[in-house]
């Protein structure tokens, strides 16, 4: 069964911390993918990485940043946590043939709540 | 600039037929995804189009008209736990993905 693991389903931190959201796939796949899911709105991609380390920005980068050291883990690293990243954060990965033509896998999600 | 609508909750009933449209408005068209997500699990494939038409897949089919910037899912037989958000997705001409804000699908007995 294909999986996508997200290390933390509930998260709290404060104004100002440093968050870490890991996320690893077992599919061998080379695109990864990391969105926030917010209420009402669509699914907003932050980075994706087709390769490792490779990183390309998304639709909404600031504040963030990504590291993919290994093919199989793709890690979300908000540097100085605000409140306006109080979030459901989905990891995706596909395969290479696929890119974003292909079917994502997504993790269950890690929601973040930010004080 | 681009946009996917799609209504943000739909009411049917068990063992009735639904269908959630899409519309969309994207620089360029590769294909439209159609994705369902129960409530605090990971969004799941469902289907893929790129060519005008109906795709059938056991109980759900997506349908697409490119020239319409138009799509929809339709669920027969509805059970329980099809209680769900429904995603559509575009990916543009530059292969990126465009999500609609989902539609969340609340059956009935």
């Known amino acids: 069964d294909v999986k996508v693991t997200q290390s933390s389903r509930y998260l709290v931190k404060r104004t100002g911390e440093k968050v870490f959201l890991e996320c690893v796939q077992d599919m061998d796949h080379e695109n990864m993918f990391w969105y926030r899911q917010d209420p009402g709105l669509g699914l907003r991609l932050i980075y994706f990485?087709?390769?490792?380390?490779?990183?390309e920005k998304g639709d909404i980068p600031e504040g963030y940043s990504v590291s993919r050291e290994k093919k199989e883990r793709f890690s979300l690293i908000l540097e100085s946590a605000s409140t306006n990243q109080t979030s459901m954060y989905l990891c995706?990965?596909?395969?290479?043939?696929?890119?974003?033509?292909?079917?994502?896998?997504f993790g269950e999600g890690s929601r973040l709540t930010v004080l | 600039g681009q946009n996917i609508d799609q209504p943000t909750e739909m009411t049917a009933t068990e063992g009735a037929i639904v269908q959630i449209n899409c519309t969309y408005q994207?620089?360029?068209?590769?294909?439209l995804f159609w994705y369902q997500q129960h409530a605090g699990e990971a969004p799941t494939f469902l289907s893929y189009n790129v060519l005008d038409g109906l795709e059938e897949k056991g109980r759900f089919s997506s349908f697409l008209s490119r020239s319409k910037g138009y799509s929809y899912l339709l669920l027969k037989e509805l059970q329980m736990k099809d209680s769900a958000s429904y995603l559509c997705a575009v990916l543009d001409s530059n292969y990126q993905l465009i999500w609609g804000a989902g539609t969340k699908l609340i059956i009935k007995p």
């Open positions: 990485s087709y390769d490792v380390k490779m990183k």
């Open positions: 995706a990965s596909s395969s290479l043939a696929g890119g974003h033509t292909g079917e994502l896998f």
């Open positions: 994207t620089s360029g068209f590769n294909g």
